[in-house]
């Protein structure tokens, strides 16, 4: 048996290969061996209500054999949510989910949020509506989870295609387990213990009048979070920062600050934690929040692309 050899992400494989950084970056090159152990356990689950089809490796799966448009029995909602917190996003086809259905669908997984900046459905606040046109374009092209500026960040989100683009406008989805277990034994000693503040007024506060900043910001103040959070429902530790709203990491200088956040959020930039869902109408992805960001691809400009998102209130984020 061969030797058991420790990568540059200081976890140990029973296999003779290994990763390392390249000098002067903190960049990972070769085999991804952490992924091992989570793309295995993945492979073994079973599922009683429907048909799984994996679609990435440690990430994403397509749901077959459920209507999203009709009524689930407690036990398939159930077996949902599961798998959401198993594959950390889950993919639906062939949902023409009209506003209300999406509303009661996503209401089987807890309290919805109503978005205080983005413009809703008009005839159900609950959905954020994604009207893109040759006059508004796509801005959501940069890792992220959502909201994280609020007290009680979404749990997940549940978004709807109604009409997308022949090519381009795909959503990325990154996995932040692994993106937290690919940094070096050092680093995640160092991060463990941070907090992070997070403003919405980094992307909601563009345009504002200083007046108008001001009474936002009294109805949604900034707030700390762990760079590090434990999920609630798995028990397992996965990063949480983004650039569109973390002002700052909590302590550090401001040079100091930058640089480390800026080296975590590089960690969502490897395919090796990511998937790739190419929409397609009535295609309906939920992602766990918490445990993946995601990143929608800004390419298809000036063609239409219309989507409508629910959002599950969670829990404040712990260690």
């Known amino acids: 048996m061969p030797n ?20 002067g970056y903190p960049l990972i090159a070769g085999p991804f061996t952490h992924l091992v152990a989570e793309r295995d356990r993945l ?12 679609a990435g490796v440690t990430l994403g799966a397509e749901i077959d054999g459920v209507d999203l448009t009709a009524d689930q029995p407690g036990e398939v909602v159930a077996e949902l949510r599961r798998a959401l917190h198993e ?7 062939d949902q023409p989910l009209t506003a209300a259905q999406h509303v009661t669908f996503a209401a ?16 159900q606040p609950e959905l954020v ?28 989100a549940i978004l709807h295609a109604i009409a997308v683009p022949e090519f381009g406008g795909d959503t990325l989805f990154s996995d932040m387990y692994a993106a937290y277990e690919a940094l070096d034994a050092e680093t995640r000693t160092r991060i463990d213990d941070l907090t992070a503040t997070h403003d919405y007024t980094r992307a909601f506060g563009r345009g504002q009048s200083p007046e108008a900043q001001e009474a936002m910001r009294a109805q949604h103040p900034a707030v700390s979070h762990p760079v590090v959070c434990t999920h609630e429902a ?17 302590g550090l200088d401001p040079a100091d600050s930058h640089d480390l956040l800026d080296r975590l959020c590089r960690q969502a930039d490897y395919p090796e934690h990511q998937v790739r869902l190419h929409w397609e109408p009535d ?16 390419d ?8 409508e998102r629910a959002s599950i209130v969670g829990n404040r984020p712990a260690r």
């Open 129 to 156: 509506r994604f009207e893109k046109t040759p006059t508004v374009a796509g801005v959501e092209n940069i890792w992220h989870h959502d909201v994280t500026w609020r007290p009680q960040p979404s749990m997940g």
């Open 87 to 93: 594959y950390k996003v889950i993919f639906f086809r």
């Open 108 to 123: 089987r997984f807890g309290t919805l949020e109503v978005h205080p900046f983005i413009p809703s459905n008009t005839e």
């Open 234 to 250: 798995t028990g397992r530790r996965h990063l949480y920062v983004n650039r569109i709203f973390v002002d700052r990491i909590d």
């Open 300 to 307: 298809y400009w000036p063609q239409a692309r219309v989507m």
């Open 283 to 298: 295609t309906v992805a939920f992602w766990d929040n918490r445990a993946v960001q995601h990143y929608a691809a800004s």
């Open 4 to 23: 058991t050899i420790t990568d540059g992400t200081a976890q140990s494989t029973p296999y003779a290969v290994s990763s390392f950084q390249l000098p």
């Open 43 to 54: 492979a073994a689950l079973t599922w009683q209500h429907f048909d799984v089809r994996r």
